[in-house]
């Protein structure tokens, strides 16, 4: 900023590092545009450009990968390998939701010209949560996902579930975002600067402790509500249960590895000299989230909100390893939240092929005999389950193991321990969709196994890799240690 106040226009290079984001900005507005003009049974086109279009994205953060870090606009966005490892799992996670939504959207006439704008706007608000440099910056990525957030779970207008379960989430969500900025004033008044790197070094030294530490237990609520963590966890099974599952699938997986960048902008960048006191408030939101979570899913006879309930239990493994304070729990949870979004992506994924219109596969009795009728997607979805039980060599073991192995190195050792135990617990609930598959016999007529050449594809393709990943789960874990080197 010069003497007059006036902040000096952007130069190349300011716009160079946060070119991803103004290409699926542009884009996501040129869809909109698009959509105009192209009629109902050219829509293909749309999701083409939109695949497109996180393809472009993903390539453009690719090439700068692995570069010295870049702050921009004074501070207030910065490009580092973190940032780049979460946007191109987002950018990968998001075009497999789009993959699995555009045949369900479409038979149930819910796919408007502004779902695609809709769901890379939400992208484009995580991209920028998880490159902020400012508090500032990190909200409006914030507010700009939970709004697109909404806007998707409300997107069945006829249906009143539907419509119930956005007023929820926003209210709540509201109430979230207000207490997260209580918070950010506290923090604010503490350290006199908006400025993470400013607000980091302002609580190593002279910074007020007792107003810093009042703005930090606001701050953590913040962020086990956009986690989804107990107690903070109520919007999570009624809006997963209430929107559409293509949605479900959305909201229940990508924004999981923007919670992780969002969570380390706020606790490491900027309070990362309070980690001894944080860490223990994060540890029993943990405790909490493994207990609450894995107990009530145990009760659940709807699959969605059975899958729900065990993600609060997955974000107590998240958890868990944030609780570390170090570059190893870091690197544990950033792992574990992809692990989690890609096994998410494939339990919701089994929900909507088993789909059809006028039917949802919703109810864990819909699965009963499923093996009778089509072994191979039985054994599929068994992968999917298994991968989120936790049983090697999937990809959802290696995630577990790393989040308790980060405890444990922090000398958490108690909280590993719950962790394995619950840990057990949980694979009753998912042991017992695999029984109803395998060992039962149908009570009515099976679901019928969706028609789409894609879309069975793309499930398939999507449980297999939780083997393959989970083979090769060491170059992930490498890619995402390299984030924090």
């Keep these: 900023m010069n003497l007059s106040g006036v902040m000096p226009l952007p130069t190349t290079a300011d716009l160079a590092p946060v070119l991803p984001e103004i290409v699926l900005c542009t884009a996501a507005f040129g869809l909109l545009l698009a959509d105009l003009f192209v009629d109902a049974k050219r829509r293909g086109i749309i999701h083409f450009l939109a695949l497109l279009s996180l ?79 400012n508090l500032v910056t990190l909200y409006l990525g914030l507010e700009m996902l939970a709004l697109s957030s909404y806007a998707l779970v409300a997107i069945d207008r006829d249906s009143k579930r539907a419509s119930e379960a956005a007023m929820k989430y926003f209210v709540l969500g509201a109430l979230a975002s207000g207490l997260l900025l209580y918070g950010m004033s506290m923090l604010y008044g503490a350290t006199g600067s908006l400025d993470l790197g400013a607000i980091h070094q302002a609580a190593a030294s002279s910074a007020d402790r007792s107003l810093l530490m009042f703005g930090l237990v606001f701050v953590l609520v913040g962020i086990a509500f956009k986690f989804g963590a107990a107690p903070f966890h109520m919007w999570v099974p009624d809006v997963y249960q209430g929107a559409p599952t293509a949605i479900t699938l959305f909201i229940g997986s990508v924004p999981k590895i923007a919670a992780v960048g969002f969570a380390y902008r706020l606790l490491e960048s900027g309070l990362g000299p309070t980690s001894e006191q944080w860490s223990m408030l994060v540890a029993w939101l943990a405790v909490l989230s493994l207990v609450i979570g ?44 992809i692990a989690y979004a890609i096994s998410a992506a494939a339990a919701f994924g089994a929900i909507v092929l088993m789909s059809r219109e006028g039917f949802e596969a919703e109810e864990i009795a819909d699965y009963k005999g499923l093996w009778s009728k089509s072994p191979f997607h039985a054994t599929l979805i068994l992968l999917v389950m298994a991968s989120l039980a936790g049983v090697p060599p999937l990809l959802g073991f290696w995630a577990k193991l790393e989040a308790i192995r980060a405890a444990v190195q922090a000398d958490l050792v108690w909280l590993a321990i719950t962790g394995v135990v619950m840990a057990v617990v949980g694979a009753f609930y998912y042991l017992r969709v695999i029984k109803v598959m395998f060992f039962d016999e149908p009570e009515r007529d099976m679901v019928a196994i969706s028609a789409d050449a894609t879309l069975r594809f793309v499930f398939a393709a999507n449980a297999i890799a939780l083997l393959g990943l989970g083979v090769f789960a060491n170059l992930i874990m490498a890619w995402t240690r390299a984030a924090f080197a």
């Excluded at 958890?319 to 544990?332: P, Q």
């Design 55 to 133: 393809a472009l994205t993903a390539l453009l953060v690719v090439r700068g990968i692995g570069a010295e870090p870049v702050s921009v606009f004074g501070g207030m966005f910065v490009r580092d390998t973190l940032a780049d490892v979460l946007k191109i799992a987002m950018c990968g996670v998001t075009a497999l939701a789009l993959a699995y939504a555009r045949p369900y959207l479409m038979t149930r006439g819910l796919l408007p010209g502004e779902f695609y704008p809709i769901v890379l706007f939400a992208l484009v608000g995580m991209m920028v949560m998880v490159s902020a440099g």
């Design 294 to 337: 894995n107990l009530l899913a145990l009760a659940q006879t709807n699959l969605k909100r059975m899958l729900a309930y065990s993600t609060v239990s997955h974000v107590g493994f998240l958890f868990m390893a944030l609780a570390n304070g170090g570059d190893a729990g870091y690197s544990a949870a950033v792992f574990y939240a």
